[in-house]
Structures are given as C-alpha cells and as structure tokens.
T-cell receptor, first 116, second 110 residues
Framework: NAGVMQNPRHLVRRRGQEARLRCSPM?????VYWYRQLPEEGLKFMVY????????ESGMPKERFSAEFPKEGPSILRIQQVVRGDSAAYFC??????????????FGPGTRLLVL | RKEVEQDPGPFNVPEGATVAFNCTYS??????FFWYRQDCRKEPKLLMS???SGNEDGRFTAQLNRASQYISLLIRDSKLSDSATYLC???????????FGAGTRLTVKP
C-alpha cells in the first residue's frame, strides 16, 4: 500500500508565477489535509478537504491560495502570484475518516517550494 | 500564547542517556495527543499516541496530564538514531485540524 504521495518534491518559482502542488492520499483515505512548515517552525494547518468538498480552510491565507480535491485525481494546492514569503515545505496528510480521537494522519514527503 | 508549546531545545545528549520532553497545550477541549518524529527535511512520522493512562513503547514512554494540560515524552537508553525533531501534536473535537508544536531537536552523540 503506497503511502501519501506528493509531487513535485521540489519546486522553484520566480515571484509572480503560479505554484501547483499535488497530493495523492493513501489508498482508501478520503480526507486530505495541507500544512505549511516555515523554516524553524512547526507545521501550520492550512486546509482540510474531502472529495469535492472543502471542510475547513481556516488556516488558508485569504488571497492567492486555493485548494481542491476533485472526485478523480489528486488534491491540488494552488498558489498564485507567489512571493518570497511563500517559500516553505508544504506537507499533505491523509486519514481514512475525519480527524477524531485517535485518528491518525499520515504524511506525505512534502513539497519544498522556493520562490526566487 | 501559542496553542502548543514545547521545550525549545536543542537537547544534546550522549548515547545511553535518558531524555525527557515536555509539551503544554492551551485548549482544554483537546481530545487526542500524539508525538511525531521528524527527521531533517523529511515528513513527520507518528511516533506514538498519548493516552490518559500513559503508554509505553519500548524505550519510549508518553504521559498525559489533563489537569495541567501537558504531555511528556521520555526516551530511555538513547540511540544515535533517535536524533531528530520531536513534534507534540494535539487535536480537538471542536475543529478538524491538528495543532503542532514547533518541535524539540534532539541530538544523540557517541
């Protein structure tokens, strides 16, 4: 059973370009979470999605960031008009059900975004 | 005040030492608790869940004190391979996300 997969693993963009990060959850998992990890900081929650639904996007910046989890295909985190402050590691996690007591999230290897 | 706070570290200990990490959380509604391990430039991986009664897994012991809102992780007989950053994570039924501490870096030296 393949784990959570993310691609690309590394992404370099110039300021103003768009970044698209993909996440394929573990087989059988229908819940996806995106986190951002800035240098020397812990992971910060961004968004929680189920198939075709955004459940909680309270951690997502209001502008330039969007996420989707279509019926078919991976979840996409999209960052428009990237700025240097977007440089970070973006981790995706998945779980079989919703997060609840004892529910474990399994993390992907992350995408390291560098904005020049 | 941060929602989840950990010892800032770094902890530098010799092989065989016993080391303890503490973590405090501010949300009294938190329901589930975990310790994750994160190696340099890798994804976090679940080390162990933390139960009210405390739990042990080999050299690792985790404890939860709900009254004081803190969680601890004890590592006995440290190995070189234990060198990593240890993340304290709490979750509440009130929201859907997990709150991570900033992590405590451990380096075990020969």
């Amino acid at each position: 059973n393949a784990g959570v997969m993310q691609n690309p693993r590394h992404l370099v963009r110039r300021r103003g370009q768009e970044a698209r990060l993909r996440c394929s959850p573990m087989k059988g998992h229908s819940h996806v979470y995106w986190y951002r990890q800035l240098p020397e900081e812990g992971l910060k929650f961004m968004v929680y999605l189920q198939k075709e639904n955004i459940i909680d996007e309270s951690g997502m910046p209001k502008e330039r960031f969007s996420a989707e989890f279509p019926k078919e295909g991976p979840s996409i985190l999209r960052i428009q008009q990237v700025v240097r402050g977007d440089s970070a590691a973006y981790f995706c996690a998945s779980s079989p059900l919703g997060t609840g007591p004892g529910e474990t999230q399994y993390f992907g290897p992350g995408t390291r975004l560098l904005v020049l | 005040r941060k929602e989840v706070e950990q010892d800032p570290g770094p902890f530098n200990v010799p092989e065989g030492a016993t080391v303890a990490f503490n973590c405090t959380y501010s949300n009294s509604a938190s329901q589930s608790f975990f310790w994750y391990r994160q190696d340099c430039r890798k994804e976090p991986k679940l080390l162990m869940s933390v139960y009210s009664s405390g739990n042990e897994d080999g050299r690792f012991t985790a404890q939860l004190n709900r009254a004081s809102q803190y969680i601890s992780l004890l590592i006995r007989d440290s190995k070189l391979s234990d060198s990593a950053t240890y993340l304290c994570v709490v979750n509440s039924l009130m929201d859907n996300d997990m709150r991570f501490g900033a992590g405590t870096r451990l380096t075990v030296k020969p």
